[in-house]
C-alpha cells in the first residue's frame, strides 16, 4: 500500500470589506438654512493622500463643493466644529482625521441679547 499522501493546494481570494469612511454631518443654524437640511450622510474621498483618513481641516471645502450654489462656505469659514459630541478647538482642524462613524456637527456663530 501505498502510503504517499497527495494534498491539493487551493487558494481562494478573500475579499476585505470596504471600510467605512461614511460620517453624519448635522448642520445647525445658518448652516441648516443654507443646505435646507438638519443632517446627512456623507461619504469621505478615498485618495491616496487620504489612505490614514480625511483631515478634518479639508472637510469644508468638501462640503461646500457639495453644496455649491449656496452660502454654506461663507458660514463655514465662521464656524466651529464639534466631533462626537466633543468641540474642536480652533486652529486644532488639522490634528482631527475622520476615518468613518463620526457625527461632525457644524457650530455656527450665534448673537442674542
Given at each position: 500500500?501505498?502510503?504517499?499522501?497527495?494534498?491539493?493546494?487551493?487558494?481562494?481570494?478573500?475579499?476585505?470589506?470596504?471600510?467605512?469612511?461614511?460620517?453624519?454631518?448635522?448642520?445647525?443654524?445658518?448652516?441648516?438654512?443654507?443646505?435646507?437640511?438638519?443632517?446627512?450622510?456623507?461619504?469621505?474621498?478615498?485618495?491616496?493622500?487620504?489612505?490614514?483618513?480625511?483631515?478634518?481641516?479639508?472637510?469644508?471645502?468638501?462640503?461646500?463643493?457639495?453644496?455649491?450654489?449656496?452660502?454654506?462656505?461663507?458660514?463655514?469659514?465662521?464656524?466651529?466644529?464639534?466631533?462626537?459630541?466633543?468641540?474642536?478647538?480652533e486652529g486644532?482642524?488639522?490634528?482631527?482625521?475622520?476615518?468613518?462613524?463620526?457625527?461632525?456637527?457644524?457650530?455656527?456663530?450665534?448673537?442674542?441679547?
Amino acid at each position: 500500500m501505498d502510503a504517499s499522501v497527495t494534498s491539493k493546494s487551493s487558494f481562494t481570494t478573500e475579499t476585505r470589506p470596504k471600510p467605512n469612511r461614511t460620517i453624519t454631518v448635522l448642520y445647525f443654524a445658518a448652516a441648516s438654512t443654507a443646505t435646507g437640511l438638519t443632517f446627512g450622510s456623507i461619504e469621505l474621498p478615498t485618495t491616496s493622500s487620504h489612505t490614514q483618513g480625511f483631515p478634518l481641516s479639508e472637510l469644508a471645502a468638501f462640503l461646500e463643493a457639495r453644496h455649491a450654489g449656496t452660502d454654506l462656505g461663507k458660514i463655514l469659514r465662521t464656524s466651529r466644529w464639534s466631533v462626537d459630541a466633543e468641540m474642536v478647538e480652533e486652529g486644532e482642524e488639522d490634528s482631527v482625521i475622520l476615518k468613518g462613524g463620526e457625527e461632525v456637527a457644524i457650530i455656527c456663530p450665534v448673537s442674542g441679547g
